[in-house]
């Protein structure tokens, strides 16, 4: 059994452009989720990029995202295979 990463590293701007898609405000996705609205604007700007488990499990709910759909690449982290 996989057990979940302690924490998940999110991509700010695929963040703000599915909300965008979604046609959703910060305060009206971060209110959704469960999260304030300055944590929310903090993960779209990049300035948080870690988050918990559960709390990136509410974002995907909220944004309707799959799994990695939000999530930082190999690519931008550097991280070789």
């Known amino acids: 059994m996989n057990n979940p990463p302690a924490t998940y590293q999110v991509n700010g701007a ?13 305060r009206e996705a971060a209110e959704a989720a469960g999260i304030s609205r300055s944590y929310w604007q903090r993960l779209e700007t990049g300035s948080r990029r870690q988050m918990s488990p559960p709390a990136y499990a509410a974002l995907r709910r909220t944004l309707h995202a799959n799994e990695e759909e939000l999530l930082v690449t190999r690519e931008e982290t550097g991280e070789k295979r």
Do not use: M, Y
């Open 14 to 26: 695929a963040i703000r452009a599915t909300r965008k898609r979604q046609g959703l405000g910060i």
